[in-house]
């Protein structure tokens, strides 16, 4: 793009109407004029400042835009919302559906936030709606928005603030401040804030590559802020005791509980996430071979041998509105991993038993997976494995450890095996492998854990050192 050191600088022109009235910066640019309207005297100096001060540490201004080297953007009128349309439509092919759906609901908290008006402004819940439909890669494809939504689309369009309002430190703070806060008005919890936060900050990189801003504000930003929680709550964390009770207790709610004794069975033995035990297939579950029991005439397992299974896909739950296939859940490459990596966690020979049980009385559904609904015959439903686990553990748990949050949730049956293979001393490096987790991510969650075991390895140091010393 041509630059130029001809630059001059005109008087602000003042155009009072009958309901507002507009500043307008005006200059030239090698001999082509420009000028840039803006609401408030306060706006239009500081806009001109700008430029003088840039002509006076001589920068070069572009001729085609009229913009120093330093300022130059693509288009300084373009609004939030616009802008965020066109980011949530950029991200959506590559991003999960949990994922799509956090980036979504943050663009729209920030919206909401910049509204640059009230005169029209829709209800709360309609532009929530509205952002629902814009922010949605599936739905704008593929529906037509109704009436309302295409008139609050509209409106957003033209009435949310300036994408380049985002260099005002007040303004970012006011998002910040929102994207901190429930819709009940309640404080956000730190994990919540950095949910909310992330594509925020992520947008406002995008911005700075389509030079619609200069850098981006929030790093620059004074914020305090709550570190969120990381490490593992080990109040949850059963012991193998309790595992079995609770996994007993599973059998023992109807149908559907002995349909789903080996899919809790392997979230405890083996670190399974949910989303990856409701994908497991015959095909990720390599069992040793049984043998005839002469005394029963049964098929047994050998006793002490362990399997194994391996696996490269999960299925999580995010919702039919934001996967590709319109089902609540999408098979998936594994969390935090490429294309068919693959996960080898040991299958200890409890749960070969109990693996070997359930194939024998349930079998697998027609595509393989191992675990199906009851009455459905599809996939596990989120909310019939977590009834099931909730009538376990009031009927497994004293009344004191149900009122605590002892596995409060099926993902606790996760932790608690995690913890179970550090307390066995097995490297860390190994664990991380076994649970699909970065080394780093492991010490950071499991740090109390890991804490938790260093008596135990002062004492086998020791036990080297004297070694040592007698040879000595």
Not at 43 to 67: C, D, I, M, P, Q
Not at 92 to 98: D, G, Q, S
Request: hydrophobic content about 35%; overall charge positive; glycine content about 6%.
């Amino acid at each position: 793009m041509e630059t130029t050191y001809d630059v001059r600088f005109w008087k602000t022109d003042v155009y009072r109407g009958e309901k507002t009235t507009t500043y307008k910066v005006r200059w030239t640019v090698a001999g082509k004029p420009f000028k840039r309207p803006h609401k408030t005297a306060a706006l239009a100096n500081s806009f001109r400042s700008e430029l003088v001060a840039a002509a006076k540490r001589g920068e070069a201004f572009y001729v085609g835009t009229g913009l120093p080297v330093s300022m130059d953007r693509q288009d300084v009128t373009t609004t939030w919302f616009t802008f965020a349309s066109d980011y949530a439509a950029m991200k959506w092919p590559n991003l999960a559906a949990n994922s799509r759906r956090c980036t979504a609901r943050s663009l729209t908290d920030v919206t909401i936030a910049m509204v640059g008006t009230a005169r029209g402004k829709p209800s709360a819940e309609s532009i929530r709606e509205a952002c629902g439909w814009a922010f949605n890669g599936r739905r704008r494809n593929k529906e037509e928005p109704s009436a309302d939504v295409r008139a609050t689309v509209e409106w957003l369009t033209r009435h949310t603030r300036k994408v380049s309002d985002l260099t005002q430190p007040d303004t970012v703070r006011q998002v910040l401040l929102v994207l901190g806060t429930k819709h009940d008005g309640s404080k956000a919890a730190p994990s919540s804030l950095q949910r909310r936060r992330g594509p925020f900050v992520n947008a406002l990189e995008y911005a700075v590559e389509k030079r619609l801003l200069r850098s981006n504000p929030v790093p620059a930003l004074k914020v305090k802020t709550t570190r969120a929680v990381k490490e593992l709550d080990v109040a949850v964390v059963v012991n193998p005791e309790q595992a079995r009770a609770l996994l007993d207790a599973v059998s023992r709610q109807g149908k559907s509980g002995k349909m789903l004794k080996a899919f809790f069975g392997v979230m405890y033995y083996c670190g399974l996430r949910p989303g990856e035990a409701v994908n497991l297939r015959r095909e990720n579950v390599r069992l040793p071979k049984r043998k005839r029991n002469r005394m029963t005439g049964k098929l047994e397992p050998p006793k002490g041998e362990w399997g194994e299974l391996s696996f490269t896909q999960s299925a999580p739950a995010a919702g039919a509105a934001w996967t590709d296939n319109g089902k609540r859940r999408e098979v998936r490459q594994l969390k935090g991993r490429e294309i068919g990596e693959r996960r080898t966690p040991p299958c200890p020979p409890e749960l070969v038993r109990l693996l070997w049980d359930h194939l024998d009385n349930h079998g697998t559904d027609t595509e393989g997976r191992l675990f199906r609904g009851v009455e459905t015959g599809g996939e596990v439903p989120e909310g019939t494995y977590c009834r099931v686990w909730k009538k376990a553990r009031e009927d497994a748990l004293s009344d004191e450890e149900c009122a605590s949050p002892l596995a409060g949730r099926p993902y606790d049956l996760r932790h608690a095996c995690v913890s179970t293979w550090l307390a066995a001393g097995v490297p860390s490096a190994q664990v991380a492998r076994w649970a699909g987790h970065s080394i780093d991510v492991l010490h950071r969650i499991y740090a109390k854990v890991l804490a938790d075991q260093e008596d135990s390895f002062r004492k086998r140091i020791d036990k080297v050192l004297s070694s040592e010393d007698k040879e000595e």
